[in-house]
């Protein structure tokens, strides 16, 4: 079972995706750090809890096949024991993460279009 709700995976997906295209990458230039998609995206994802983290990583291990949908519970186990890198930079290293994550709940039976959606009329 998921142990984050599908409506965070729907908003990294959003977000990714944001980042990828360079929609408001960076909101600002300066010395500071910077803000912007980002910086967004990474902080979001830091600031779920371990639960969370590794049941986002195994979604996105099942959207590339490392791991079948019925393998959910030992993905998750995986993404906990095998964590060397906080989970927000190994996932921000992919560049497919959105498409990854939207396959990954696919598998699972959850349709992230509708959640995606649900999320966009919202703003």
Do not use: C
């Amino acid at each position: 079972m998921l142990q984050i709700a599908a409506d965070k995976i729907a908003h990294i997906i959003i977000r990714a995706r944001d980042y990828d295209s360079g929609v408001n990458a960076w909101a600002h230039q300066g010395s500071g750090r910077q803000h912007g998609t980002r910086t967004e995206l990474h902080d979001f994802i830091a600031n779920l809890n371990e639960d969370e983290q590794a049941s986002l990583v195994a979604v996105m291990w099942i959207g590339r096949d490392s791991f079948e949908p019925e393998e959910l519970s030992e993905a998750i186990d995986t993404a906990r024991v095998e964590r060397s890198i906080p989970t927000e930079d190994y996932l921000m290293g992919e560049p497919r993460l959105a498409d990854l994550l939207e396959a990954g709940l696919e598998a699972l039976g959850i349709s992230p279009g509708e959640i995606e959606n649900d999320l966009q009329r919202q703003v």
